[in-house]
């Protein structure tokens, strides 16, 4: 069967000239395959409306479905809108509801509507109105001849969300595309290549219509399978039994499934065992806590975090002993060992964990060089450490010790009976 | 007069399923419109030998030249490069030097060429090798009609070298561009339709070879004028004189120029008034602590934080009077100001900073609902606080918190001679 076919349009300037990256296009050619959408081609133009009403036509003969990002705001430089009212010749009106959204969105923040603002309530009359929760400039759906026009705002919050609550339901129900079953295998703490070694075997073995993807990110590999057929169910059963064939090979790396992050999982497991966290956090400077409060619901077993940043306030504030600074230094598992206890027993938490290392590009030492980071973990039972000689580049380090620290977490906390 | 128009044009099927994101269209293009060429369009495709194809002949007629990355590597999918071989109708052919290259690169890591290897010094006769210094898959350079084809690797630094040992400076002798010079004004704490109205009039004003763009992201709008012209030392001056032109309208919302964001403006302005800085978060969990803490050197003067993000820990660690948060509650004026104080006394800093709100989904009640946040800026002269009514989605109102917390210090600092 052909494949429902899309492509994604971004319109803007800013794009074209390099000053902020594209990341809206990642995000919804891997939502859209999810769903069963081949996207065949992207494509970024500037604001210019000759450029603009090309890339329709041209898009519109190669495509089903075309999504379109950007040139939204209420400003004369953004253009999307007036060239699809254009494209479709059909003419531009206040859209009652709309007005009564983006007057809404506007007096839930306290703020007076301008005219300006109203302009994003002027909508093409041939489109159906999209409703933006978290922004003021709707969604516009056009359909032609079977095929779809759909402008989202190119700010990445609102256009997830205006995906995920409305375009993909829609385009689900109108093309119904075939079965795509998707498995997302959560690994940590494993290189992409190792870990494609040990599995290269349950690779091989495989059949056809089955794909596996390598999706690595910072600390973690996930791993994609992907079924093509017509049975939802079979697919899905077929699909699970060979995810489960892996566990023998890496399981000890394997954290979760699906879309739960490594700091959901933490919080999950937290949870089951109804125990609390606290962090004392100094080379990952608060991106540890940022990653923990970044759960919703993070407060039920999260206490507290001190980042003591400064040497003296490592020992002034947090408490480690002056002599352990002293003679092993601020980077040493001998004060990574206290900062946990400390932080543990100083917040009255069932488990202490810190960082402490040197993030760079300054502070490093012949013996001490950039990247070099430890980690500690604390409970009644037991206190585990780690050393971690990570990269040159500053922010790359913050986040993989965060994410390493929070893997460390997992390994170490006692099984589910036992807390 | 007429700029140089210049495409790219990315090849590959990973980058069309959202496996992996494109980063290198981006930086291609901030250094192309550094060179003074233009950008008008910017493809990803996928391994598909008509689509290939039909992309080379589009781009043919838009633009003077096409900038092609990926799909260079040996194995049988693998496209480009018989596809350009095609397109200009010519055949492939061992190359000499690029074979000599090819070993060269092989036996420097060790290694032995392998059959499939020797492929990557098969060319195109009608093409010009660029040597790849980091790399085995040789760049292809193409002219016809006056146009130019370049292929590259896609692999970025390999990609990076070859732009900037050969190809731009081959691009710049044979087009001599016109100059492109870009000035951005950015602003914080002023959304982007207030904004446009403040500055309607300076906007309208403009001559036509200088353009604006609005550049909004969470908390910020970065206004960017770019002109084009013949004189770039003119046109400098020109788009400096304008951007001055607006400081007397909007002056109190810029906080900088270029690529320095506010959490790097801040550290400057630390760093000049010899100040220090502790923070006490609650509902940002982190977050500003950890933007204050991805810059360089921001040890200088950040010396800590604490994020006391259960109620017992506010009073017992923190040490706010549990008369005070009885009274008021914790995301209270009252309570937001004894934080700010209490951080700035216990880590002996010249600055305390605090955030206490309610990020949401839970916690809220009637009168204190999701997204309402206090921020308050504590120093031996004075305290401000500001009420912040923000967003339903908890990661945007941690961010955009942390963001307001970052222009409270910008505005609320001693002037430079005082501090």
Redesign the interface.
């Known amino acids: 069967m052909k494949p429902i076919r899309a492509e994604l349009l971004t319109i ?12 809206n ?9 999810k769903a069963g959408i081949k ?9 210019e409306e000759q ?1 603009i009403l090309t890339a329709f036509a ?1 898009a519109e003969r190669r495509a089903d479905i075309i999504l379109i990002t950007g040139g939204l ?5 953004d253009l999307t809108k007036p060239m699809l009212a254009r494209y479709f010749n059909c003419e531009m009106k206040l859209h009652e509801e709309a007005l009564k959204e983006v007057t809404a969105f506007f007096n ?4 007076e509507l ?4 109203k302009l994003q309530a002027v909508l093409p009359v041939c489109c159906t109105k999209i409703t933006n ?2 922004g ?1 400039a709707p969604g516009m759906w056009f359909e032609k001849n079977g095929k779809v026009f759909m402008s989202m705002p190119g ?1 990445p ?1 609102e256009m997830k ?1 205006m995906m995920i609550d409305s375009v993909i339901p829609k385009l689900k129900e109108k093309y119904k595309p075939a079965a795509i079953v998707h498995k997302i295998i959560r690994t940590i703490g494993i290189g992409e290549s190792v870990l494609a070694d040990k599995i290269a075997d349950w690779e091989k073995a495989l059949p056809p219509h089955i794909k596996l ?1 390598y ?1 690595p990110s910072i600390g973690e590999v996930r791993l994609r399978l992907t079924g093509l057929g017509n049975n939802e169910i079979l697919l899905n059963e077929e699909i699970e039994a060979i995810s489960n064939k892996i566990i023998p090979l890496v399981g000890e790396y394997i954290y979760g499934y699906g879309e739960e992050k490594i700091e959901e999982a933490i919080g999950r497991m937290l949870r089951e065992r109804s125990l609390t966290l606290s ?1 004392a ?1 100094s080379c990952t ?6 990653l ?3 759960v ?4 039920q077993y ?9 040497y ?2 490592k020992m002034r ?1 947090l408490g480690v002993k002056p002599e352990v600074l002293e003679q092993h230094g601020a980077v040493s598992e001998a004060t990574i060992i206290e900062m946990a206890n400390i932080v543990r027993a ?2 009255n938490t069932d488990i202490g964990v810190a960082t402490s290392g040197i ?5 490093a030492t012949p013996e001490k060089p950039v990247g070099l980071v430890w980690i500690a973990y604390s409970d009644k039972h037991h206190t585990v450490t780690k050393k971690l000689q990570l990269s040159t580049d ?2 790359l380090n ?1 986040k993989a010790a965060s994410v390493a620290l929070l893997n460390l977490i997992r390994t170490s906390l006692p099984a589910r009976h036992v807390g």
Do not use: C
């Not at 800013?14 to 990341?23: M, V």
């Not at 301008?114 to 603002?117: A, F, G, R, S």
């Not at 400077?285 to 940022?290: D, F, I, R």
């Not at 993030?359 to 502070?363: D, F, I, L, W």
């Open positions: 803007g300037d800013e794009i074209l000239y390099g000053q902020i990256i594209d990341t296009s990642q995000w919804m050619s891997a939502e859209l395959d996207i065949i081609r992207m494509t970024s133009i500037g604001d450029e041209e705001g209420p400003t004369s430089d839930s923040r306290g703020r301008t005219e300006t603002n929760p978290l003021t700010v919050h969300r993807a999706l962090i956090e400077g608060g991106y540890v806590s940022h923990v409060t970044s919703p619901g993070s407060s999260f206490l507290g975090s001190m980042i003591p940043y400064d003296q306030i504030q100083k917040f993030a760079g590009p300054g502070g500053r922010l913050i």
